[in-house]
């Protein structure tokens, strides 16, 4: 009897072809990818670090962030390169991003702030693009460990993106909310802006809380000006002032205001009004104009440091040794560079809602800029230097001092320092606002109207001579 030959049946699918990417290499291999993974991330973080924070690249934005894509680019080549010489699973794909962030850095280190505006409206979508493109690859990735350390990378480049997008246009959108009246003032190699209402004497001149502008003060400028004359303006960097790279400790900007007020035709004596930090800056500026101030409103002020001084009593000139150190203030650029993600917009747009309509406005576009976050971080971290600067005022005299305290939301230490400051003068007034927060005596229309009563006490006092 002959056999019969049967057809062979199909057996079932293999392994490799209906389990996770895994699957498709050696368990060796796949540990192998996690590692070259996790190393070419690390890497390129830290290579980005090291190139933006020391000094191979200019010190401007553009060019630490510049150093910062070099190194992520690193990171991403050598995904691709380490992958195809110790694996059999190449990814070469890694390439694209690599050569995406080589060229961008590449476009900022050649074209510096220039490249600016064509970065900003280029970058957001090809960033987009480049994530959608990535995310399919980082998928098939045959290491487990792989695809979870990556997955994260490309979903922050897609929302870093979409946050750009949103940044750049909405900016576009602020320029006519940014726009106020005033004057910009050169006080050498850089602008303040000024804008000055009302009329009368003596002149008060405000100074604005750390991180904040002439526009904070939306409710306090105008009571004031039914009264006197009344100055208000940005620090450099904020609202309509210029960026500047001159270290800004207490020294400096004492010395920067009073050239702006008198390059402005605006002559003293006057009677200073400083909020929190801005507390410390007039307590600067009577230190070393002692004779252009008649009378001072120190609204919760910060106290300054105790002790020995390091600034001038008096004279024109003005301290220059930069309190932050260069280190720390390429870092501080690096951080500021978050606000083109939009970062920033994302806080100003839901806050400041106690001011009137077209402060909050003015104040929300400037916050959400890159300068104005990079001069209010190093306005902190040349905080201690500025109160050194302050401490140089022991001794206001007898001219007319209100000290105004907010009754909530401090520690006792800090009612000992306000108690310390109005000692000062021999001349003075303590108050202390029941109620009322820090940020309440500028930005609540209830306590501003407190702030704005202490100044015209002050203006009345210096008038009446009494």
């Known amino acids: 009897m002959t056999s019969q030959t049967h057809p062979s049946r199909p057996g ?11 699957a498709a290499a050696s368990p060796r291999t796949t540990r192998r990818l996690g590692r070259i993974v996790a190393g070419s991330l690390l890497a390129g973080g830290v290579a980005g670090a090291a190139l933006a924070t020391a000094p191979l690249f200019p010190g401007h934005e553009e060019g630490i962030t510049g150093g910062l894509l070099l190194g992520f680019a690193a990171g991403w080549a050598m995904l691709a390169a380490l992958s195809t010489r110790y694996t059999s699973v190449p990814q070469r794909w890694a390439a694209v991003p690599a050569a995406f962030m080589a060229l961008g850095a590449l476009a900022l280190l050649a074209f510096g702030p220039s490249a600016r505006p064509a970065v900003d409206w280029t970058w957001p979508p090809a960033a987009l693009l480049l994530a959608v493109w990535t995310a399919p690859h980082v998928r098939r990735l045959p290491s487990r460990a792989g695809r979870r350390l990556l997955a994260p990378v490309v979903v922050t ?30 006080v050498g190699g850089h602008r303040l802006h000024l804008t000055c209402t009302g009329s009368g004497s003596p002149t008060v001149v405000l100074e604005p809380g750390a991180g904040e502008m002439a526009a904070s003060l939306g409710w306090i400028t105008p009571a ?41 035709g605006i002559p003293g004596p006057y009677v200073l009004a400083g909020h929190s930090f801005g507390g410390l800056y007039v307590l600067a500026f009577a230190a070393r104009y002692p004779d252009e101030v008649a009378g001072m409103v120190l609204v919760d002020s910060t106290a300054p440091a105790t002790g020995a001084a390091t600034g001038t009593a008096s004279g024109t000139g003005a301290r220059d040794d930069d309190p932050v150190g260069p280190v720390l203030r390429r870092v501080s650029v690096l951080l500021s560079t978050t606000s083109r993600l ?14 009137p ?36 005022l022991v001794d206001l005299g007898d001219k007319p001092l209100v000290v105004l305290t907010a009754g909530a939301g401090h520690p006792d230490d800090w009612f000992v320092a306000q108690d310390r400051l109005a000692r000062l003068s021999t001349r003075t007034v303590h108050r202390v606002v029941d109620g009322a927060t820090h940020e309440d005596l500028v930005a609540n229309a209830r306590y501003a109207a407190t702030s704005a009563q202490a100044i015209a006490d002050v203006v009345t006092s210096v008038r009446a001579g009494r």
């Open 12 to 22: 079932p699918r293999t392994t490799a072809q209906t389990t996770a990417p895994d």
């Open 157 to 186: 480049l897609a929302l870093a993106s979409a946050g750009a997008g949103y940044q750049t246009v909405a900016a576009a959108a602020d320029t006519r909310a940014a726009a106020v009246p005033g004057q910009l003032v050169d």
């Open 224 to 264: 004031v000006a039914r009264t006197t004359r009344v100055c208000a303006y940005d620090r450099p960097g904020r609202g309509g002032s210029d960026p500047t790279g001159t270290p800004q400790n207490g020294a400096r900007i004492a010395a920067d205001l009073h050239t702006a007020l008198h390059r402005a």
């Open 342 to 355: 939009g970062i920033g917009r994302l806080y100003a747009d839901h806050a400041f809602g106690d001011l």
């Open 357 to 392: 309509a077209r402060s909050r406005a003015q104040v929300r576009a400037s916050v959400a800029t890159t300068t104005t976050l990079r001069s209010t971080i190093d306005e902190y971290l040349a905080g201690s230097a500025s109160m050194r600067d302050a401490a140089a």
